[in-house]
């Protein structure tokens, strides 16, 4: 074999060991992707049904439920504007509480009921997860619009 053949070898051979090594890379960040979604955004139909995601707003005065076993929780996550059941099994963060920020992450299964693998709750009094901050102030925007524009069509219908 020539030098020259020994050459392009290497070089063909470099590539395809390249060219493995970004391919698993690749898959392991996509399967380490987890996104982040509003119950507004879920309730669109934008959430991956049987696919890990995030979930955030914040947990509704009233809706924490404790199951028989004492272990099991079920809880309401709301953006203000649309609400999502979340299940849980296992110990929640001390600074869980009803109407406070929370991010959960699991899977949303094919009967609408969101199952958490993991729960994070905020961290002081002035803390919410950035992404769950989004969401309520998105929620209040969506909710004056449309309250300013149900103000506009009863004063157009009062004259």
Do not use: W
């Not at 199951?67 to 869980?96: C, H, Q, S």
């Not at 309250?147 to 009863?154: L, V």
Request: glycine share 10%; aromatic share 6%.
């Amino acid at each position: 074999m020539k030098a020259r053949h020994k050459r392009i070898a290497l070089i063909v051979g470099g590539l395809a060991v390249l060219g493995i090594a970004a391919t698993l890379v690749l898959n392991a960040f996509q399967s380490n992707l987890v996104f982040f979604f509003s119950p507004t955004q879920v309730a669109a139909g934008e959430a991956p049904k049987g696919k890990n995601f995030r979930i955030g707003g914040m947990v509704k005065e009233g809706s924490i439920a404790r199951e028989a076993d004492g272990v099991t929780m079920r809880f309401v996550v709301t953006d203000t504007d649309k609400e999502m059941v979340v299940n849980y099994k296992g110990i929640l963060p001390d600074l869980f509480k009803e109407g406070k920020g929370v991010v959960a992450q699991g899977k949303l299964g094919e009967d609408g009921l969101f199952t958490a693998n993991e729960v994070l709750a905020k961290h002081d009094e002035n803390y919410m997860p950035p992404e769950a901050a989004k969401a309520v102030g998105d929620a209040h925007e969506r909710a004056a619009a449309n309250k300013a524009a149900a103000e506009a069509a009863s004063h157009t219908l009062k004259q």
